[in-house]
């Protein structure tokens, strides 16, 4: 058998409390002084959920969070102030979150939260602790992935559940989430940031953005994590549409309107959103004889089918998108000022494909597995092939790089497209100026610039190819590493000269 632990010497500090109570107030001041010091900030909420104290290091969050002055943050209710806290949970239930990731505008946070209570074990309030914020270098890129990854997966999940979905409306569901918004650039992360935080809003959303962005994807990823997202998603692409069908195809026909209309009637899109989210695409080619009309719809919640003289309500949550300058037609007088800022409520810029380049890789490969899915053998690039697509302006943005890979693809006798290949596709295609992915050199290089040891002038070639690449990313090594067909790892190596650094 063990031998038994000797038994601890007694405490003669006559100092030291000896009852338990004493024992622990004393330690429960300990622990808070302990985390006051050694955390990156707390707070102190009482049962009301308003946030009564925050100490010093807690205060530096304040203007990330949109406050100039602690008066205006202290006297909130805490979940006014803070996004995606889990303070009133905590009061609500009495049980603590004791690690937890916290994501909102001041940035991904570890943190607890822990009830307080009074001697009659009544809740009282609750204090919240930043564990760790993003200056920890080593946690915050865990941290943000990790958020990214969940967030991700419970759009996933979404997708999966809409996509088993039966009954009379699952043909109108959304076919995606925030997680078929491919990229992981500054700006795609932060488009689908405020797309989220639209998505818990009943406001109307306009999506702005040139054609190919993805503005009828990020509508669809909206409607599918809103409270909506059970209803029905109704689309009309009004530039599809001729103008004198569209308020039929808006507000329904009733029976015997007109010669040659259906008997029973035609319900509009209005109608068929009913308890959804309705999705007019290219609302700058609305004819303005419709726009009054279509406000009037807005404003009212109901609708006045043709040849009807019922007011038939409806209640769908509005998600428009365009890719025209509607402050400039509200200027040129074709289009109502009324209506541009009833839409105009919570605009999202949907970023083309040039202003995050460091996302074609990803987009490739998504676009290349997806052509499989539909019968053509999905491509492989080389690496120089995938840096002159990524060199590209791309006025079609991912519309115009699904078409140039299709057509390479189709046109290659080899599931592997070299930049050669590519480069002739771009040309004859008409829809790209082809940008060269390497600069060339300003004049031929003379004999004797190349009498010297073909390794430095192999070197010279490499880094010019890496800066090139390195450019065209906005220097995401990651990204570079692909474009270049080489290891991160071996990408280190030659930006540093130092074989073997991670």
Known sequence: MPTPAPPLPPMHDSSLPRDAASILELAARSMFDLFAGASEGMLLVDRHARVVWINDQYRRFLPALGFANEEDFIGSPVSSVIENTQMDQVLRTGRPILIDLLVNRAGTFVVSRIPLRDD????????????????????????????RLQQDLDDARRELAAQRGAGPRADRQSRYTFASFIGASPAAVEVKRQARRAAQSGSPVLLLGETGTGKELLAHAIHATSVRSQGPLVSVNIAAVPDTLLEAEFFGVSAGAYTGAERK???????????????????????????????????????????????????????????????????????????????????????????????????????????????????????????????????????????????????????????????????????????????????????????????????ELEQRAIAAAMKSTNGNKLATARLLGISRAKLYERLTGNPGEP
């Not at 564990?131 to 943000?144: H, I, V």
């Not at 402050?327 to 970023?351: K, M, Q, W």
């Open 120 to 147: 009659a074990g009544e809740v009282i309030g609750a204090l919240g602790i930043v564990l760790f914020d993003q200056a920890a270098t080593n946690l915050q890129p865990l941290m943000a992935k990790f958020a």
């Open 265 to 459: 009637g035609r319900v509009g899109k209005f109608k068929l959103a009913d308890g959804g989210t309705l999705f007019l695409d290219e609302i700058g080619d609305m004819p303005l004889s419709l726009q009054a009309k279509l406000l009037r719809a807005l404003q009212e919640g109901e609708i006045e089918p043709l040849g009807s003289n019922e007011l038939v309500p409806f209640d769908a949550r509005l998600i428009a998108a365009t890719s025209r300058d509607l402050s400039a037609l509200v200027a040129a007088g074709t289009f109502r000022e009324d209506l541009y800022y009833r839409l105009n409520v919570l605009p999202i810029r949907v970023p083309p494909l040039r202003e995050r380049r460091s996302d074609i890789p990803a987009l490739v490969d998504a676009l290349c597995e997806d052509m499989g899915h539909r019968g053509t053998p999905p491509p492989e690039l080389t690496g120089s092939a995938l840096a002159l697509l990524a060199a590209q302006s791309w006025r079609g943005n991912i519309r115009e790089l699904r078409n140039v890979l299709e057509q390479a693809a189709l046109r290659s006798d080899s599931a592997r497209l070299d930049a050669p290949l590519m480069e002739a596709v771009l040309r004859e295609s008409g829809l790209a100026h082809v940008h060269p992915a390497l600069q060339p050199e300003p004049a031929p290089p003379d004999a004797g610039a190349l009498l010297r040891p073909l390794a430095e002038q192999v070197a």
